[in-house]
């Protein structure tokens, strides 16, 4: 099955059924459907052909996901863009891409000579609410039509192509087929139990594999709806849930945090929400407890990466809760964890998380040796290192790359972070491996107090000598008021050890 194809079937059964709910417009699955094909066509009598690319440079708006459910139809691909990255990281994408079409909105008109410039590859530009010189409204993309023709992708063909966050080097254009997309989102839906009755609200942004699996495509195959937060505020997540009633939301731990700190957060009906669900960076345990304590409502952890689609293990919200386990695998999507001979490792042991089935990414565009580098007989080498227990839970260990391995000995990242953690003066910590010449790398850990506290180098450090074998523990302690980081929350940790690199030497 396709994306259009799913909608198209959706469109026969539900109807008028409410569809995505956006601000205080609703839009039925027949409207959907009928958008969605008009979008297609006049792309296709624009220049858009099969294997064409699609660059979505915007906000949550009801227009992306025209196009992401309806470009299928005409064999064309997506291209989903961060709107907040820099002029030549969007231009880079767009050129790597080999896209002809861009659709934006009027904030990126001033962009348009410089992506112009760079990416000689764009042909047209449609911008939304109202077109500038050199573009054609978006308006001209929802005019009638006289038919509709048969869906041209088939499942096997590329659905988008998402771009990594770049935190390794250059973005990779990560090729998610139609196939890929179906398979993770009727995954999730049965792990999550989704049904008719379930209302997603959508507050991640949709140029993300999360919301357009988890939140999008998710509820559309249980015949649910969504309701897409066009701003992100977190301050009106809450209040929203209550207005809308709300029976599932995905999002990550910064905003868990930020939503259980607001004084107002017990004010708000949200006994709608039967899950809380968390991925695409670690879980302290703090949040998850303030979640329980403020929210009362069950949160379940997740993991996955867009070279999977988007989840390939979530925790089953009818068993036992393990809130530093991101869950059980998902059917039909195998998880090994394999050792550096290339072995799967007894139960217990840290190894490479390894992940097979429907979901795992066709490959990266325009690059076979990457491709080879991650993808081994129908295996993606994820790079994050895990372990499973008895029951299968996995439990993720942190990044092989960011392993530090002080005089011979292993040390994960996460493992100290979670220890720093649990110190209440620390809002954040990351811990990265700096060069040093005794010990070839010695631990830093970077720090982001909470408001109103204080702490110490000194404190941090007995704190983790305490917790810690002496060999895990950071030697080096640095203050920041704030983080880099990605669009999901994810902290740029080779950012920071660019930053700090030196600090061992001196």
């Known amino acids: 099955m396709t994306i259009p194809q799913l909608l198209e079937a959706q469109a026969a059964r539900f109807g008028d059924k409410p569809f995505v709910l956006l601000d205080d417009e609703t839009c039925s699955y027949r409207q959907f459907n009928e958008n969605a094909g008009r979008v297609a066509v006049n792309l296709a009598k624009h220049g858009v052909t099969p294997g064409g690319k699609i660059v979505l440079l915007m906000g949550n708006c009801l227009e992306f996901i025209y196009v992401f459910l309806g470009a299928g139809r005409i064999g064309a691909a997506v291209v989903p863009v961060n709107p907040t990255l820099k002029p030549d990281e969007i231009a880079y994408i767009s050129a790597d891409s080999d896209a002809e079409t861009l659709i934006t909105i009027p904030e990126f008109a001033p962009l348009l000579p410089q992506l112009r410039a760079l990416a000689p590859h764009i042909k047209r530009v449609f911008m939304l609410r109202e077109a500038v010189e050199g573009t054609e409204p978006f308006s001209t993309l929802l005019e009638p039509v006289e038919s509709v023709p048969p869906i041209v992708a088939k499942p096997e063909d590329d659905a988008a192509l998402i771009y990594t966050s770049g935190t390794t080097g250059l973005p ?12 993770d989102a009727r995954m999730i839906s049965i792990r999550t139990n989704m049904t008719p009755a379930d209302r997603l609200m959508c507050v991640l942004p949709l140029f993300h594999v999360n919301a357009q699996v988890a939140s999008v495509l998710s509820p559309m195959l249980a015949g649910g709806d969504l309701y897409v937060m066009q701003k992100f505020n977190p301050f009106n997540i809450l209040p929203m849930i209550e207005k809308h009633r709300a029976t599932i939301m995905s999002a990550v731990p910064t905003i ?28 302290d345990e703090d949040t998850y407890n303030a979640t329980q304590r403020v929210l009362k409502r069950p949160l379940v952890m997740g993991y996955g990466l867009s070279e999977c689609t988007c989840a390939s293990a979530i925790a089953d919200p009818r068993l036992p809760i393990k809130w530093s386990s991101v869950g059980s695998a998902l059917p039909h999507t195998p998880i090994r964890i394999v050792g550096p001979d290339g072995n799967d490792m007894p139960v217990g042991e840290v190894g490479e998380i390894w992940i097979g089935g429907p979901a795992v990414m066709k490959g990266y565009y325009k690059n076979p040796e990457a491709t080879k580098e991650v993808l081994q007989n129908g295996w993606l080498r994820t790079g994050d290192l895990g372990r499973l227990d008895e029951d299968g839970y996995l439990y993720i260990v942190g990044r092989l790359k960011e392993m530090i391995i002080r005089g011979g000995q292993n040390v994960y990242p996460q493992q100290v972070e979670n220890v720093v953690m649990q110190i209440p003066a620390v809002e954040e910590c990351a811990v990265v491996g700096v060069e040093e010449a005794r010990w070839g790398q010695e631990i830093l850990a970077i720090v982001k107090l909470a408001e109103g506290h204080e702490a110490t180098d000194r404190e941090i450090i007995d704190f983790c000598r305490k917790n810690l074998a002496q060999y895990k523990c950071p030697a080096h302690i640095r203050f920041v008021p704030e983080f880099p980081k990605t669009a999901t929350g994810k902290i740029k940790k080779k950012e920071l050890a660019a930053k700090y690199a030196d600090i061992a030497k001196k």
Not at 176 to 181: E, I, P
Not at 257 to 262: D, L
Not at 266 to 278: G, P
Request: proline share 5%; net charge positive.
């Open 256 to 283: 868990y945090n930020i939503i259980c700190r607001m004084p107002q957060a017990t004010e708000y009906d949200i006994s709608s929400i039967r899950i809380f669900a968390s991925g695409a960076a670690p879980l």
């Open 172 to 183: 990779k254009g990560v090729i998610l087929t139609h196939n890929n997309y179906i398979w």
